[in-house]
């Protein structure tokens, strides 16, 4: 059986880079690969010491080289496209000369004005494959000198509906409580004060699953401390499935992403949601996705009142064409044919 290893900073955790790795992965075993998971932080079958978004001391020497050894296929997850630790990325660009690669981006430094100065990422190398999430980073990679394909996103488009009476009690929510999900990270592109905006003037309780990210601790406390609604900030107790069950709405007020998985997770799981106008959200939306504004709440608030299910069945059957993980595995089906890759 042929071997993949998946490389990234962190994986097995529910950021949108550890969440597609793991899509990838799926993809790969049904391609008929023995898929090993290699990062820094995570639940993963190779731990490498330096390899992590924060890490404060490089990789040991040969410590990548050893922990990619032997595969027939390496994936790289976002690790030599977003400047958070260049030691690693060169150390995994160099492990990976002349071998089997696919590049993966996600995040390329010009995309974000704290590290537009960055211009050694993404390496590249005859040998390897450059994969884009969307056409906007494909064409920008073009414009740059490196050939790429796009392959958005996969889901599990029939994944069974959550528990949402359980999740509301376990929530202090009661049945006819408003309740706004917003399914991110703290980071400061993800706009919480935006969210919370929305919250209030829908009259709904805010509800914020991850925890903040970048040094964005304080301003969150601050934002959180000022809501004029009821405030959740903790995981879903039970799963992604279940949070999406216990909320009446999605809220998503990005400001940048690099895909966004919530507004199709919200469609996956039959709910509204409020997506913010980043760049690649409109590449997105005119696939014919019906999203509400995050500004003006009265469209949402309208829908709530009066729910319109032809709406919600037209936005699961987009993900389900679009967005489906059997599209991801016949995409990386095609890709691995061209490259002369098969098993």
Not at 277 to 303: I, M
């Given at each position: 059986?042929?071997?993949?290893?998946?490389?990234?900073?962190?994986?097995?955790?529910?950021?949108?880079?550890?969440?597609?790795?793991?899509?990838?992965?799926?993809?790969?075993?049904?391609?008929?690969?023995?898929?090993?998971?290699?990062?820094?932080?995570?639940?993963?079958?190779?731990?490498?010491?330096?390899?992590?978004?924060?890490?404060?001391?490089?990789?040991?020497?040969?410590?990548?080289?050893?922990?990619?050894?032997?595969?027939?296929?390496?994936?790289?997850?976002?690790?030599?496209?977003?400047?958070?630790?260049?030691?690693?990325?060169?150390?995994?660009?160099?492990?990976?000369?002349?071998?089997?690669?696919?590049?993966?981006?996600?995040?390329?430094?010009?995309?974000?004005?704290?590290?537009?100065?960055?211009?050694?990422?993404?390496?590249?190398?005859?040998?390897?494959?450059?994969?884009?999430?969307?056409?906007?980073?494909?064409?920008?990679?073009?414009?740059?000198?490196?050939?790429?394909?796009?392959?958005?996103?996969?889901?599990?488009?029939?994944?069974?509906?959550?528990?949402?009476?359980?999740?509301?009690?376990?929530?202090?929510?009661?049945?006819?409580?408003?309740?706004?999900?917003?399914?991110?990270?703290?980071?400061?592109?993800?706009?919480?004060?935006?969210?919370?905006?929305?919250?209030?003037?829908?009259?709904?309780?805010?509800?914020?699953?991850g925890p903040p990210e970048l040094g964005y601790a304080y301003d969150l406390a601050?934002?959180?401390?000022?809501?004029?609604?009821?405030?959740?900030?903790?995981?879903?107790?039970?799963?992604?499935?279940?949070?999406?069950?216990?909320?009446?709405?999605?809220?998503?007020?990005?400001?940048?992403?690099?895909?966004?998985?919530?507004?199709?997770?919200?469609?996956?799981?039959?709910?509204?949601?409020?997506?913010?106008?980043?760049?690649?959200?409109?590449?997105?939306?005119?696939?014919?996705?019906?999203?509400?504004?995050?500004?003006?709440?009265?469209?949402?608030?309208g829908f709530l009142h009066h729910p319109d299910a032809t709406l919600l069945e037209?936005?699961?059957?987009?993900?389900?064409?679009?967005?489906?993980?059997?599209?991801?595995?016949?995409?990386?089906?095609?890709?691995?044919?061209?490259?002369?890759?098969?098993?």
């Amino acid at each position: 059986m042929p071997r993949a290893a998946i490389v990234s900073f962190r994986l097995g955790g529910t950021d949108g880079v550890a969440i597609v790795a793991e899509s990838w992965r799926r993809a790969l075993q049904g391609l008929g690969f023995d898929v090993t998971t290699v990062a820094g932080e995570g639940p993963v079958d190779v731990l490498v010491p330096g390899l992590a978004m924060e890490a404060t001391d490089p990789p040991p020497d040969g410590a990548i080289r050893a922990a990619l050894a032997g595969f027939d296929l390496v994936v790289v997850e976002n690790l030599c496209t977003i400047p958070l630790n260049l030691r690693a990325a060169r150390q995994v660009a160099a492990a990976l000369a002349g071998r089997p690669a696919i590049l993966h981006h996600h995040d390329p430094p010009w995309q974000r004005d704290e590290w537009a100065h960055v211009t050694e990422l993404p390496p590249t190398d005859p040998a390897w494959r450059h994969v884009a999430i969307n056409e906007l980073t494909r064409r920008e990679l073009a414009v740059r000198g490196i050939e790429a394909t796009t392959i958005y996103n996969g889901f599990d488009v029939d994944e069974p509906p959550g528990d949402r009476t359980m999740t509301r009690v376990a929530l202090g929510v009661g049945p006819t409580q408003r309740l706004l999900v917003h399914p991110v990270r703290a980071i400061p592109r993800k706009d919480v004060p935006a969210a919370i905006r929305l919250a209030e003037r829908l009259e709904a309780t805010y509800w914020l699953l991850g925890p903040p990210e970048l040094g964005y601790a304080y301003d969150l406390a601050v934002a959180l401390d000022r809501a004029r609604c009821p405030v959740i900030h903790q995981p879903s107790p039970g799963t992604m499935a279940d949070a999406y069950a216990a909320a009446d709405a999605v809220a998503f007020p990005s400001t940048w992403e690099g895909f966004g998985n919530p507004p199709i997770e919200a469609a996956i799981h039959h709910r509204p949601v409020a997506v913010g106008p980043y760049p690649v959200g409109d590449e997105l939306r005119a696939l014919g996705f019906r999203w509400f504004p995050t500004e003006d709440p009265t469209p949402l608030d309208g829908f709530l009142h009066h729910p319109d299910a032809t709406l919600l069945e037209e936005n699961h059957e987009l993900a389900r064409r679009h967005f489906s993980q059997a599209r991801v595995e016949a995409d990386l089906r095609a890709l691995l044919d061209g490259a002369g890759w098969w098993p």
